[in-house]
């Protein structure tokens, strides 16, 4: 028998491929919410951490931008979408986009949005590939297309560059929309380009950006951070009908600033990007995996014989991708060690290498 009280209830050794959000939290991030805690704070967010917070933010995103922490990045996106559009409004997007695949419809349903999805190859939207459902405004037929949201690292772990973002901004401001940026991995995103955060986000030209958190070490919470305030309304509001204003905020925000307020953000990302690349580099002369996306951040995606995935995934876990094509997601994170990624590729190559069953 264990002893519950004292003792973890899980094999604390054990690490798989699933996602970033399986890794715990980082020892800095647990020390800064023992920091934070003991005595009272004014809660729902005009506390002390919450006001440092800002600071933090204008320092890596420039003067105007302005923070609201929120519990996690469904409820980011939501927020920030729902104070960009009208009601009547929608939104530009990948197909593979977050916003549409992962969250049960919430933009559409709590937001009242309407996602004008459109396929990629690599989960990056271009000013072309938006242009096939930006269009019909004025036309009170059709929802109005008011909003592209692009994400930074993309669901497919590729990274748009400076360059890529800045054209988008461009085309979508030249013709009255707003840009949303969901940065729930936007740190794997700068690790991986070796720019600022800011680089890619407010100087090429990004009005709302989902501010991640979680996936890069912190127990929970993200934020909405507004990089144009003409290009919102109503936050305050909208976060607190959306049952993201958290009461004890200091706690969230504490988490942000130990992230964002020291080189954190980049130590763990960078970790978790490098994790990843080496696990390519182990796996992409195995015989049988065709690898089918970029490695630019902490994801490897590859198409692996069938049989083989159900198999491995009795010692490490992660999800199929694709299970028509045998597609799948091994994810890196802040905590993944080498020794982890050598014995899991090891176990891949005995897998392949197993006679099917
Ligand atoms: C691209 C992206 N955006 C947002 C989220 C936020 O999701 P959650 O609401 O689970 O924090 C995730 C989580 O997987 C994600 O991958």
């Known amino acids: 028998m ?55 933010i204008r320092r890596q995103f420039g003067d105007e931008a302005e923070a609201f922490p929120v519990f996690n990045g469904t409820g980011a996106n939501v927020v920030g979408l729902q104070s960009m559009l009208p009601r009547w409004g929608a939104v530009v997007c990948s197909t593979t986009a977050h916003i549409h695949t992962d969250e049960n419809a919430a933009p559409e349903r709590v937001a009242g949005l309407k996602l004008l999805t459109v396929p990629t190859p690599d ?43 800045a054209a988008i901004a461009d085309h979508v401001h030249a013709r009255g929309m707003t840009l949303h940026l969901d940065g729930s991995r936007i740190s794997n995103a700068a690790a ?74 980049l130590r763990s990302a960078s970790h978790a990007n490098a994790m990843a690349a080496r696990l390519r580099a182990a796996v992409s002369g195995l015989p049988g995996v065709t690898l089918t996306q970029e490695t630019q951040s902490n994801a490897v995606f590859a198409i692996v014989p069938p049989g083989v995935a159900d198999r491995l995934r009795q010692s490490f876990r992660f999800y199929d991708w694709n299970p028509a094509t045998g597609e799948v997601r091994w994810m890196c994170a802040f905590d993944t060690t080498p020794a982890d990624i050598d014995a899991f590729a090891a176990a891949l190559a005995r897998e392949l290498e197993a006679p099917a069953a």
């Open 192 to 265: 991986s380009l070796g720019v600022p955060l800011r680089a890619f986000t407010t100087d090429a030209g990004v009005d709302v950006l989902s501010l991640g958190g979680t996936k890069n070490g912190l127990l929970y919470g993200e934020a909405v951070v507004v990089l144009n305030r003409a290009a919102v309304d109503g936050i305050p509001f909208l976060r607190k009908l959306d049952m993201q204003l958290a009461s004890k905020m200091r706690f969230v925000s504490a988490q942000l600033i130990e992230l964002y307020g020291t080189d954190l953000w």
């Open 123 to 165: 989960g990056k939207l271009t000013p072309e590939l938006i242009d096939v459902e930006a269009w019909g405004w004025g036309d009170e037929h059709r929802a109005q297309p008011l909003t592209v949201s692009i994400t930074q690292t993309t669901e497919l772990g590729t990274a748009y560059s400076v360059e890529e973002v």
């Open 2 to 56: 264990t002893d519950s009280s004292t003792q973890p209830l899980h094999d604390t050794g054990y690490r798989g491929f699933a996602s970033d959000n399986y890794a715990g939290v980082h020892p800095e991030v647990l020390e800064a919410i023992a920091r934070a805690n003991g005595g009272h704070q004014i809660a729902y967010g005009e506390d002390v951490y919450t006001a440092e917070l800002q600071n933090v």
